[in-house]
C-alpha cells in the first residue's frame, strides 16, 4: 500500500529526496495497514535537531476504544544526523520547505519519502499544466491509430 502526495509535485521543486522511518502507535499503523491516512497538508519541521512530521492524518482505528490515538498528532521522524543537519542547513539558510512526498511500506516498516522543496511561482505552475496538457493530448492520439 503506498500514499502518495500528488499536490507537492504541482506545488514545489524537490530539489533531494530522504528515507524516513516514522514512531507509530499500534492502532495508527493498523489504521495506516487498512488505508485511513492521507499525506496531502502535512509539512515537516526540525526542532532540537530531531525531525517532526505536522498535520498527517491517520484515521482512528474503529476496534482501537481507549488505545487510540489523535488523528492529526506530531509524529517523530528517524533520520540519521548527517541527513538532519543537511537537511536544517537548506531550510534555514535557503528557504526551502520539507514536505512528505510518499508513504510506503518496506520490509513490514511504515516509510516516509521527504522532499526538501522550493515552493513555485504560479507561472511555473501554469507551464506544469501546460507540459501535462500537451502529454495527455500525444496520447489521445497516439492511442486512436
Known amino acids: 500500500m503506498e500514499f502518495v502526495n500528488r ?10 529526496e530522504y ?4 514512531v507509530l502507535t499500534g492502532t495508527e499503523i493498523k489504521s495506516v495497514r487498512n488505508g485511513h491516512c492521507n499525506i496531502k497538508d502535512s509539512y515537516g519541521i526540525i526542532k532540537n535537531d530531531e525531525v517532526f ?8 482505528y474503529k476496534e482501537g476504544n481507549l488505545f487510540n490515538h489523535s488523528e492529526t498528532r506530531t509524529r517523530k521522524l528517524l533520520l540519521h544526523k548527517k541527513e538532519i543537519k543537511k537537511i536544517n542547513q537548506a531550510i534555514s ?6 514536505v512528505p512526498l510518499k508513504l510506503y511500506f ?3 516498516k511504515l516509510k516516509v519519502l521527504l522532499g526538501v522543496c522550493r515552493g513555485k511561482k504560479n507561472f511555473d505552475k501554469r507551464e ?6 500537451l502529454k495527455r493530448e500525444t496520447q ?5 491509430y
Open 93 to 98: 539558510t535557503q528557504g526551502l520547505t520539507l
Open 7 to 16: 499536490r507537492a509535485k504541482f506545488d514545489y521543486f524537490i530539489e533531494e
Open 140 to 144: 489521445k492520439k497516439f492511442k486512436n
Open 106 to 108: 518496506k520490509e513490514n
Open 128 to 133: 506544469t499544466m501546460k507540459e501535462r496538457d
Open 53 to 60: 512530521l505536522l498535520n498527517m492524518y491517520i484515521d482512528q
Open 19 to 22: 528515507e524516513a522511518g516514522i
